[in-house]
């Protein structure tokens, strides 16, 4: 009972509109959990909150309210979504907004917001602007952006062997987009086996199917992936009526028939991509799969970068730069800040730009007056690119960053960024972050070009995980561009050791590369070389499990020589290596075809 009635004067309730309205009036800032009436308040914050009160408390300026989102207006946003939310009021203005309960985030701002209010009170600086929370967050969350989803369609298309030896793809492509539809990616290649039992899973029990799998890893097919855009729900049964099993032809045969007596009806309806096919008889040449789950889990198979894109309609990658002086002097401070406002690193690359490379990056500030300055901050030591991923990671990051004069930031934005990781006599900021969508996708592609490397599985892991190791390189996003089973020669592992030659285990280490099959593969992504050394995790096994434990060798290895992967060291080490063991490989091509995530 005590403590109950000890948590209601720490936190003021707040049911109705005209307590939300009295609560704005509150001095300095108030930290407002924003529940649903069936889920309560959270009560996991409740002691940090006590202990800030009681050691932030004393000038009145700190306060905390509980606000049931169904009653208040500028709340309603946030209506049936259940993660705990925390809005910021600052002097009545709402200004920031925490999602979940991320203590050490909770704990940061509030004493930050507190000190500034301070130093304002105080004189010591002017009130910064205040930038009202971008209620933006409402409308998307009105729209229920699970439902759109829902409706945006995917369908992997399969040009079979036969159909891409006759030249067939351009006249079905033309087709396909004549009909409306849009092609959002293409590749063509020898599907694996796997990839084949996969996709006709439904045919497994056919009589000649072995002669049919047998016949599609004769030569290369060609994949589509089609998108139907925003479909309205009346195209979706007349989809399905097409999709019951063996029934294809019969069924079809029955709606043309329909449409012959709705001819005008029909008409104006978008027919499916199995419809648009027939017409133009290119159905028997290729294989379609319609149905929205399915569809969704091969493009996951087919094209794992471009299904983990379209894994939530904001999702966003931005590039974020660490300039040298930061990253020297602050390096893990600035590493866990992003971590807790709520980005992931996607991937991560510490370079040492050139000169040449500086100017390219910079090129549209290369008349600006302090182009020099950049130049030599820039090329003075490494610098750490980040890929950042969040929901609206663009907006979200430059908003941290704050003014992009040091000064400025100081003065109107001491809690920004680039405020808080100034460093003493760096002449420029040490932050920086992509505009706009387009710029962050050519600014990743500059510090995260696509590559291709060498990886194999070896031999005691391929015994043992091997299914389990190639899901792993998928999720992770790589594109497995060839692989192949085969016996590793000592040749060829003396090659891919080449700068192992000296040392005391290098003869045992070839021997056990070349005692059993090995799986080796071409990698293409993003970074594909560093990104592929990272999933691996570091050569010794134990220190793996220490420091990476999700890393493949964390899991995988028996010990330091069987440790289950090999990888790359650079891209022209990986392509001597890929020439050795796959022949002439077009890797420039390999790379055109990567779609971008
Ligand atoms: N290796 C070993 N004993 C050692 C160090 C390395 O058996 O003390 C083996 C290990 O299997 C490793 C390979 O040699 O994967 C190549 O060594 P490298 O330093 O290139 O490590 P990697 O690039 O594979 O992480
Ligand atoms: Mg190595």
Redesign the pocket.
């Known amino acids: 009972m005590a403590s109950k009635k000890k948590e209601i004067q720490l936190q003021a309730v707040v049911t109705n509109q005209a307590q939300w309205e009295e609560m704005l009036l509150n001095k300095g800032l108030t930290v407002v959990d924003v529940y649903q009436g069936w889920c309560g308040p959270c009560k996991a914050v409740m002691s940090l909150f006590r202990k800030l009160k009681n050691e932030y408390g004393e000038d009145n300026l700190l306060h905390f309210a509980v606000a049931e989102v169904e009653n208040i207006v500028p709340l309603l946003p946030f209506k049936d979504k259940c993660e705990p939310k925390f809005i910021f009021c600052l002097n009545g203005v709402m200004v920031d907004l925490v999602k979940g309960a991320n203590g050490p985030l909770l704990n940061r701002k509030v004493i930050a917001f507190i000190e500034q209010e301070r130093k304002i009170i105080a004189g010591e600086i002017l009130r910064p602007e205040l930038q009202e929370l971008v209620i933006m967050e409402e409308k998307e969350f009105e729209e229920e952006p699970e439902e759109e989803e829902a409706v945006e369609k995917y369908t992997v298309v399969i040009i079979k062997p036969d159909a891409v030896a006759l030249e067939k793809v351009d006249k079905i492509k033309e087709t396909i987009v004549g009909a409306g539809f849009n092609i959002m990616a293409e590749e063509e290649k020898t599907l694996t086996e796997e990839q084949i039992r996969d996709f006709y899973q439904s045919k497994s029990e056919e009589p000649d199917f072995e002669d049919f799998v047998t016949f599609m890893l004769s030569a290369p097919s060609h994949i589509l992936i089609v998108s139907e855009g925003k479909q309205s729900q009346h195209v979706m049964p007349y989809l399905q009526t097409l999709e019951e099993e063996g029934e294809e032809d019969k069924e079809w045969e029955m709606q043309e028939g329909e449409e012959a007596m709705h001819g005008m009806q029909k008409m104006h309806e978008k027919p499916g991509l199995k419809g648009a096919l027939e017409n133009h008889e290119l159905l028997n040449v290729c294989d379609i799969q319609d149905s929205v789950e399915e569809a969704s889990r091969q493009l996951a198979f087919f094209f794992p970068n471009f299904a983990k894109s379209k894994k939530g309609p904001d999702i966003e990658r931005t590039l974020a730069l660490i300039r040298p002086a930061l990253l020297r002097e602050r390096r893990d401070s600035i590493l866990k800040r992003i971590a807790e406002d709520g980005f992931e690193i996607a991937m991560q690359r510490e370079i040492v730009l050139t000169e040449a490379q500086a100017r390219l990056f910079y090129k549209e500030h290369e008349n600006e007056d302090y182009f020099p300055i950049l130049l030599e901050e820039m090329t003075s030591g490494p610098t750490l690119a980040l890929a950042l991923v969040q929901e609206r990671a663009i907006q979200k990051w430059r908003s941290l960053l704050g003014p992009k004069i040091v000064e400025e930031a100081k003065e109107q934005c001491p809690m920004s960024l680039r405020a808080e990781f100034a460093v003493d006599n760096a002449p420029i900021n040490q932050l920086h972050g992509s505009t706009t969508p387009d710029q962050a996708q050519r600014e990743l592609e500059f510090f995260f070009p696509v590559e291709n490397t060498l990886a194999v599985i070896k031999p005691t892991a391929l015994e043992e995980h091997k299914d389990e190791i190639i899901n792993k390189v998928k999720q992770a996003g790589f594109i497995i561009s060839e692989m192949k089973e085969t016996q590793i020669t000592p040749e060829m592992a003396a090659q891919f050791?080449k700068?192992?030659e000296n040392q005391p285990?290098f003869g045992q280490?070839v021997d056990y590369m070349s005692n059993g099959p090995s799986m080796v593969m071409i990698l293409t992504k993003e970074n594909a070389v560093e990104d592929w050394r990272k999933l691996m995790g570091p050569?010794d096994p134990e220190k793996a499990k220490e420091t990476n434990p999700d890393s493949l060798r964390a899991q995988f290895a028996k010990d330091?020589?069987r440790?289950a992967v090999?990888g790359s060291?650079n891209e022209e080490q990986a392509k001597t290596a890929i020439d050795f063991v796959f022949g002439d490989v077009d890797l420039e091509s390999l790379k055109q075809k990567y779609v971008y995530v």
């Open positions: 050791y700068a192992q285990f280490l050569t330091i020589l440790n090999h060291s």
